[in-house]
């Protein structure tokens, strides 16, 4: 096959041309046999439920009585923990569940909270990646709230407090059980 040509220039030095003049080249990555793909993804599975097992990482604050839970991670917790004293000042509940690390994530974790808050609320610097991790561990045992800032906007404690003031306030209080 010959070399792709340019109008002006005649051969152009960048176009693939294959194994034109030379014996291919055969990388093999990847066991082509279903069977032997089938155990190498069985290996990888066990692998995964292994560091789900042992490597999920979390910090929990003032979760003891917290009826609201925020969730939040990096620069937006160490905002959310100043939100959470005024807000304790101002007699709610809240307490904050840092994750570690994102993957694992510590959805046990968040589960057994969200099981006895009133609410979730979700602080992060993006448009909602974390709040879909949420989401999935809270599996609807409180509402989940979203206060997402972006393009390297952080929110002031104010603004988390406002946000924790909205979801306290538009949500009842758990039941208590007997």
């Keep these: 096959m010959p070399a792709y040509r340019t109008p ?17 080249r055969v990388i093999r990555s990847l066991a082509l046999k279903p069977e032997e793909l089938e155990c190498h993804n069985d290996r990888l599975q066990a692998k995964f439920r292994a560091i789900v097992q042992h490597e999920v990482r979390w910090a929990g604050e003032r979760l003891d009585d917290a009826e609201l839970v925020v969730v939040a991670y990096g620069t937006a917790a ?25 993957w694992p994530f510590p959805s046990t974790a968040l589960a057994e909270v969200a099981a006895r808050a009133r609410a979730i609320l979700v602080v992060e610097l993006s448009a909602g990646q974390l709040v879909e991790d949420v989401r999935l561990a809270v599996e609807g045992r409180a509402p989940v709230f979203l206060h997402g800032r972006t393009g390297g ?8 407090l406002e946000a924790m003031r909205h979801a306290w306030a538009t949500t009842p209080p758990r039941e208590c059980e007997r």
Excluded: K, N, Q, Y
């Design 153 to 160: 906007m952080v929110p002031s404690p104010t603004e988390v």
């Design 78 to 102: 160490r905002v959310v923990r100043t939100a959470i004293a005024r807000a304790r000042e101002a007699g709610m509940a809240v307490g904050l569940l840092r994750p570690i690390t994102l």
């Design 8 to 24: 002006s220039r005649g051969a152009a030095d960048w176009a693939v041309t294959g194994a034109d003049g030379r014996a291919p």
